[in-house]
């Protein structure tokens, strides 16, 4: 009998550690990099990437989106949208409270929607334009009333694109300068405690967050290094477990890999599909006839690129859309975006085109102008002088800081040649139309059709793709899209980066959303 | 006149002039910074990731950067008088409030390497001129030379990968370990190591300066024809060394040190960039890229402030080192 | 001047500054034989180590010969360190001079002055002037010397303080000598000592000022130069050390051989030193 006994008892304790080997533990400090340090915390004015690897652990969004891309229920448990696309209603979680108390309600969904996100955040306006109003029928419903079908709309609910803000804490207050910014109040499983600048941001867990057991960290803290070798110093301590967005260099990156205790992957940036590329000024300069964006398109080895500057992260453009839209069946692979660069064949396309050498083998001059964040892109424009040179043109490298570029591009569109990337986002209404649209030529704004490139016939298939709730109709619509756009190459799509997140191993449960670092890490764990 | 009066009055003379000069720095600098293309705006708005020319004309007016530049200047003036030193738009708190913040840290590092640098420098250049011409002379001389030369981040970087990673002492960056949250005295133990190696770093850089400076000027002393004078008379080359020669020979020292007191502020960008510690120089850098002005104009008046002090100190220094100057 | 060059052979130093130095010059003069090519060409694989696919100091991540490289920087850079050094010294030394003699009003106008740019944190004074000026050769030059200048300045006027009053000086006034001969032929040869360690430190200065500079991004991206090396360089220190390295002991070595040859130089033209010999 006490055998019997015995054993069932080790029996059942052998079971229960089994068992609490793959529970998550609780408690412990994730420090992470944050890199450059965010300029505001208000991450409803402003989608500057630092601020999205922080905040969207302290607010939240409706939905959440798993790596297969499925819509995880966060603040919103369900919807409902109706047949004709029209109207969507969201039945909201219920006994959410903000991090002051105040319980979240469909107001505060209401008045995030239409008096922040449509009226001051970069894309909101955009997102959201076919909302005309919200209906809250009660405290955990809202029903989203549009003009228009938008299925892009339902893509743009993660907490990173849309979070909700405490309505009782902006009502009646200019949002752009509310004291929220910087004192951020949200739903989310951490909350904010203190940002002492230059150093670091610091989050406590949130104790009264709505889903049991969760968090399981104490504290999460973002630190800023400005150096990169630093950087990659204090990941190989054990000073900070995790990194994302390239915060490690590259070369770095490919060197940690080998370690037993560090993890690299390319996971988690599937909703923001980054693009490298060249935007050319199409009305006035060297680089007026798509002959000649033609050529150089031609001229470019991407695969090099990609192989001497990311080490080998990226896949090279095929056509004016990101790769990763196959998904969704938009994207198309077309000419003149070769993979290797065919220098005869660019030059062969210049000389029928009409633009002879001189006598030292120069057609034509320009300036390059580049991105000024970060280090990789100078070796683009090293690289690009340098096979530019190749077919004649004569290029001159131009370094500026970041107000500078700005005017000189956007508002100024003194520039001939701008090595650039841009964030694609889940769906090319929200982040490609606005490189070629007629009504995107908005001088003065940041990051759009800076070539103004106009014409009237992609601007008709830009709208009715935008509109188009058939699919097979919109991906016929994307590929007529992509091949007006292989051949006049007002922008020339060079590579899709692949962002590199770098983690120490006894982090987990970090990457379960699609999100990657703009996640919650609601889940996350440190496992000795 | 007693000395002492006289040096009383001159100090008064001094402060006052000051204030005019640091009215002059503020409206040259002023000028200076406009002449940078783009603004704050810009730049919040290009991080922001998109802003229509709406929008970013209403924050010009809000950041009453829309007044023409004299405009501006008055107010700022006008703020200035009243010691109030405006506000940062990009990092929303008042300017005071950032520079207090990180005036710390900058002390921090530039009392301590300093004290180092000077402290080692006058030593070794004291040593390499009594020694002259002989190994320990080319050693410290050589010695001195390779440090001054090479890249500052190269030695930072070399300071972290041998002391840091290989062999453990010390943290990599940052000025607190921000998973602990020490209080009181662990606070202070925790601080103190992590200025360790930044300090170091910084403190090779100018002892190259202080060691250089200091041999130099030891053997122009030895030169003089007092010390020919005290030699006949017999004195002990220790005595003349000690009490006769090095008095002289600091002059030189005293001033390069003032003006790296004097440049406390900007202290070293790239020391605080590698290690990530939280100074004005890193601050006064960003800031310039974000067309923070007022923040930059805020930093460059405390930097003022501190120079004008401390050069006249260096020249009430100079009185008592040697006599035989007079302040006018 | 055959006694001059007898003082300075003595030391031994100084001579081998001396030869390390004109093996630079001969260096950057010869760029061109030495290699033919462009320097920012791609010449082969990237990041090879020394010695392998035909790099005798190994090619950076574009594959860019880093030998090429240092050769043909040679020249932009010691130009910047000496064109950058004589433009602070002359107005330092004019600055100085006038001030620590004349005294009074004079010295209060100048020394303020030079207080306006001393009071200039002067590395981020470097940075927004290049920032200002668009970073090119010519902006980083006039960077480096605006910042440069003051600290002479001080140093002169320190020491023509002291010597002003000193029996010789009254001397001379005695002999009825006018001021600026005073200055420049009786006190300021006595000062040449610190001026010329300080001028000396100073080339060194512009050079490491201009590898700073490239460090934060604001180095002239279209003529090749040991700062433009190393800053292309030094996300690599960990991996492919030779990138910046080599840049880094070509710098050391010519702030190394300038200094003691203003060593030499020093100890040449201050005759007293001969009694401690």
């Known amino acids: 009998m006490k055998t019997i006994l015995q054993s069932c008892a080790l029996a059942a304790s052998l079971l229960l550690s089994s068992v609490s080997a793959y529970a998550a533990k609780d408690g412990g400090t994730l420090a992470f990099l944050v890199q450059p340090e965010p300029p505001t915390l208000a991450s409803y004015v402003s989608t500057s990437g630092p601020i999205g690897l922080v905040m969207p652990k302290v607010y939240e969004g409706l939905f959440d989106y798993d790596n297969d891309g499925k819509m995880i229920p966060i603040l919103a448990e369900s919807y409902d949208m109706s047949g004709d696309g029209k109207t969507v209603t969201f039945n909201l979680r219920k006994g959410v409270t903000w991090h002051d108390g105040k319980p979240f309600t469909s107001a505060d969904v209401k008045f995030t929607i239409m008096e922040v996100l449509k009226k001051v955040h970069p894309r909101g306006p955009n997102s959201f334009r076919e909302v005309t109003s919200i209906d809250t029928p009660d405290a955990h419903t809202a029903i989203f009333n549009l003009d228009n079908p938008a299925p892009y709309m339902m893509r743009s609910f993660s907490a990173y694109e849309s979070p909700m803000v405490p309505k009782h804490l902006l009502e009646g207050q200019d949002v752009k300068s509310a004291p929220l910014a910087n004192n951020p109040v949200g739903t989310g499983p951490f909350k904010f405690v203190e940002w002492k600048k230059g150093q670091y941001i610091r989050l406590d867990k949130n104790e009264n967050y709505w889903q049991e057991g969760l968090p399981h960290l104490d504290r999460i803290v973002g630190r800023f290094i400005p150096d990169a070798s630093t950087r990659t110093a204090a990941m190989e301590n054990g000073e900070v477990l995790y990194a994302a967005y390239n915060a490690i260099p590259n070369i770095d990156a490919v060197r940690l890999k080998e370690r037993d205790d560090i993890g690299v992957t390319t996971d988690g940036y599937s909703m923001i599909n980054p693009m490298a590329l060249i935007e050319f000024n199409t009305k006035e300069g060297a680089f007026v006839d798509p002959a000649v964006r033609r050529a150089i398109s031609t001229a470019i080895d991407r695969r090099f690129m990609i192989d001497t500057i990311f080490f080998g992260y990226g896949k090279p453009a095929t056509s004016a859309l990101s790769s990763n839209f196959k998904a969704t069946n938009l994207h198309a692979e077309m000419p003149n975006y070769p993979e290797r660069g065919d220098v005869a064949a660019a030059n062969a396309i210049l000389d029928k085109a009409g633009f002879k050498k001189d006598g030292d083998g120069v057609r034509m001059t320009a300036v390059l102008d580049l991105i000024p964040y970060g280090e990789d892109w100078r070796r683009a424009g090293e690289y690009m002088k340098q096979v530019m040179g190749d077919i004649g043109i004569k290029l001159e490298l131009r370094y500026e800081d970041v107000p500078t570029w700005l005017k000189r591009i956007y508002h100024r569109y003194d520039f001939a040649m701008n090595i650039n990337y841009f964030y694609q986002l889940p769906d090319p209404v929200l982040g490609v139309h606005r490189h070629y649209g007629t009504n995107q030529i908005r001088k003065g704004t940041h990051f759009v059709n800076s070539s103004r490139y106009s014409n009237p016939t992609l601007d008709a298939l830009l709208d009715s793709g935008s509109k188009e709730p058939d699919a097979a109709k919109r991906t016929a619509t994307y590929k007529e899209i992509q091949t007006i756009l292989a051949n006049d190459m007002p922008v020339v799509n060079l590579f899709e980066l692949q962002f590199l997140t770098v983690y120490n191993t006894k982090l987990k449960g970090a990457y379960g959303s699609a999100m990657g670092a703009y996640g919650s890490f609601r889940e996350a764990y440190l496992d000795e | ?328 | ?277």
């Open chain 2, 1 to 328: 006149m007693t000395r002492s009066s006289k040096i009383f009055k001159y100090v008064g003379k001094r402060l006052l002039q000051g204030i005019p000069i640091i009215l002059a720095i503020v409206v040259i600098n002023f000028f200076l910074l406009n002449l940078a293309e783009g603004d704050a705006v810009d730049v919040l708005a290009g991080e922001a990731g998109s802003a229509t020319p709406e929008y970013m004309a209403q924050l010009r007016a809000k950041f009453g950067l829309d007044q023409p530049l004299p405009v501006q200047l008055m107010v700022y003036l006008k703020n200035v008088a009243t010691l109030d030193l405006g506000y940062s738009f990009r990092h929303d708190m008042p300017v005071s409030d950032l520079i207090f913040d990180r005036f710390a840290a900058t002390g921090l590092l530039m009392t301590s390497t300093i004290i180092l640098a000077v402290g080692f420098g006058v030593l070794l250049g004291l040593l390499a001129a009594m020694r002259l011409n002989t190994w320990k002379d080319t050693v410290i001389t050589v010695f001195a030379l390779i440090t001054y030369a090479t890249p500052l981040f190269w030695v930072g970087l070399m300071m972290i990968v041998v002391f840091s990673l290989k062999l453990g002492w010390f943290p990599t960056s940052g000025m607190e370990n921000v998973a602990a949250f020490y209080e009181g005295w662990d606070r202070v133990k925790d601080i103190a190591v992590h200025l360790v190696l930044p300090t170091i770093t910084l403190s090779l850089f100018y002892l190259a300066l202080y060691t250089r400076m200091m041999r130099a000027s030891m053997l122009e002393q030895y030169g003089q024809d007092y010390v020919i004078t005290a030699r006949a008379k017999g004195l002990t080359e220790r005595r003349i060394t000690f009490v006769h020669v090095l008095r002289n020979a600091l002059l030189p020292v005293v001033t390069m040190a003032g003006v790296q007191v004097g440049a406390l502020i900007g202290g070293s960008v790239i020391v605080e960039s590698v290690f990530a510690w939280p100074g004005l120089g890193m601050l006064a850098f960003e800031s310039l890229f974000a067309r923070d002005l007022n923040l930059l104009l805020g930093i460059f008046m405390l930097s003022s402030i501190l120079v004008i002090a401390v050069n006249l100190v260096v020249d009430i220094i100079y009185c008592f080192l040697d006599p035989r100057i007079e302040v006018s």
């Open chain 3, 1 to 277: 001047m055959q006694e001059f060059w007898g003082r300075y052979k003595r030391n031994r130093s100084a001579v081998f500054g001396l030869v390390v130095i004109i093996l630079v010059v001969l260096m950057a003069g010869f760029a061109d034989l030495l290699y033919a090519f462009d320097p920012f060409r791609l010449a082969g694989k990237p990041l090879s180590s020394p010695g392998t696919n035909g790099f005798l100091l190994g090619s950076d991540s574009l594959g860019r010969d880093v030998a090429a490289g240092i050769v043909h920087g040679a020249k932009t850079s010691l130009l910047i360190g000496l064109v950058a050094t004589m433009v602070a010294v002359f107005i330092g030394v004019l600055f100085g001079a006038f001030s620590g003699y004349y005294g009074g009003r004079l010295d209060d106008l100048l020394m303020r002055v030079t207080e306006i740019f001393q009071t200039i944190p002067s590395f981020i004074f470097a940075i927004l002037l290049v920032a200002i000026m668009k970073p090119s050769i010519a902006s980083i030059v006039i960077a480096i010397a605006v910042v440069s200048w003051p600290s002479v300045a001080r140093l002169v006027r320190g020491e023509f303080l002291a010597l002003k009053n000193r029996e010789f000086v009254q001397a001379c006034h005695t002999l009825g000598m006018n001021d600026l001969r005073i200055m420049m032929r009786e006190i300021l040869p006595n000062c040449l000592s610190p001026i010329i360690v300080v001028g000396s430190l100073m080339v060194a200065t512009a050079i490491l000022i201009e590898s700073g500079l490239a460090f934060l991004g604001l180095g002239d991206p279209n003529i090749m130069s040991w700062g433009f090396q190393i800053g292309a360089g030094r996300t690599m220190l960990r991996s492919a050390w030779w990138v910046c390295t080599f840049p880094g002991i070509a710098i050391l070595i010519t702030v190394l051989a300038i200094n003691l040859v203003g060593e030499g130089l020093n100890d040449a033209l201050n005759p007293r030193l001969r009694e401690r010999n």
